[in-house]
């Protein structure tokens, strides 16, 4: 059944060179893929789900979900890299980044 009023049923709408990436529900998750992307140097476009972008104004967030676009040409490497961050072990002592942590 598609949801008319609210949109919410599926992705945002956008580009037809831009392909899902994936759809993110906190401003965390959201800064973290959004570091990962430009890290990389993958484009991306974010898109809020039904009123998402005014919830957002207004809130700070949104519980409708964030959308995040990329190119097709992109779509598997992106998908790759996250995958990769996704299943990398972190050891006791060492940063998420593979960095040693500063010891006070």
Do not use: C, W
């Amino acid at each position: 059944m598609k949801d008319f009023l609210f949109g919410l049923d599926g992705p945002a709408g956008h580009d037809e060179n831009l392909e899902l990436l994936t759809t993110v529900y906190d401003n965390v998750e959201l800064s973290v893929l959004r570091s990962i992307l430009e890290g990389e140097g993958i484009p991306y476009m974010i898109r809020e789900r039904g009123s998402g972008s005014s919830v957002r104004i207004i809130t700070g967030f949104t519980m409708f979900g964030t959308d995040v676009f990329v190119p097709k040409t992109a779509v598997e490497q992106a998908k790759e890299i996250l995958e990769a961050y996704r299943t990398a072990p972190v050891e006791e002592g060492e940063a998420p980044d593979g960095e040693a942590e500063d010891e006070p």
